[in-house]
């Protein structure tokens, strides 16, 4: 069985930081990449930044140069550093990770963790 479990979320002001973790647990072969989203109210999820296994990252337009994502292989662990945080930035904030387990690659989502940007 692989987890993913979030952890990291809170209430804000405008302009503080928080970092997020997603730490993987279980039978785990290997983490090909990790994806976070988030989910405001009435809204799609959208993907907020990517890692894959090389390091090449990927960002929303709208985190650029405010967030940054990175992941500890030693403890298959995935962070979300999130600076100048905007009220939009309020959401679900979920973890998404492809990794090969017991042979076979999936995708596993973590149960999400909320942050809330006050103005």
Do not use: H
Not at 41 to 47: C, D, H
Not at 101 to 113: E, H
């Amino acid at each position: 069985q692989v987890q993913l479990v979030e952890s990291g979320g809170g209430l804000v002001q405008s302009g503080g930081s928080l970092r997020l973790s997603c730490a993987a647990s279980g039978s785990i072969g290997s983490i090909n990449s990790m994806v976070w989203y988030r989910q405001a109210p009435g809204k799609q999820r959208e993907l907020v930044a990517a890692i894959a296994s090389g390091g090449s990252t990927n960002y929303a337009d709208s985190v650029k140069g405010r967030f940054s994502i990175s992941f500890d292989n030693a403890k298959n662990t995935g962070y979300l550093q999130m600076n100048s945080l905007k009220p939009e930035d309020t959401a679900a904030y979920y973890c998404n990770a492809n990794l090969i387990s017991n042979a076979y690659l999936r995708a596993y989502w973590g149960q999400g963790t909320q942050v809330t940007v006050s103005s």
